[in-house]
């Protein structure tokens, strides 16, 4: 079936799938994208606590996967999301 079967058929709550579809939508064909807290939220048009407890039912759900990103300098960057 689709890409989302899996996704309707789990008890997550709305604002995770629209997150996971969000993601999904901008990764690439290895299911990697990184777009920023603030930007998902922006157009989406969810505060940026919704999508980080939406990112937080994705992880705990394993849909996806988290791992942080640092610039050359050691400053934070956004975090590299693997789809599952």
Same mark, same amino acid.
């Given at each position: @079936? ?8 789990? /008890? %997550? ?7 996971? @579809?969000? %993601? ?18 922006? /157009?989406?048009? %969810? *505060?940026? *606590?919704?999508?980080? +407890? ?6 705990? *759900? ?8 640092? +610039?050359?300098?050691?400053?934070? *960057?956004?975090? %590299?999301?693997?789809?599952?």
């Amino acid at each position: @079936m689709g890409y989302f079967t899996s996704l309707y058929a789990s /008890e %997550l709550p709305h604002r995770a799938v629209a997150v996971y @579809m969000y %993601l999904r939508d901008r990764a690439d064909k290895d299911g990697k994208c990184y777009p920023a807290i603030g930007t998902i939220a922006r /157009e989406l048009k %969810l *505060s940026k *606590s919704t999508v980080k +407890r939406a990112i937080a039912d994705l992880e705990k *759900s394993d849909h996806l996967c988290k791992e942080p990103r640092w +610039r050359e300098n050691g400053g934070k *960057s956004s975090n %590299l999301y693997h789809i599952r």
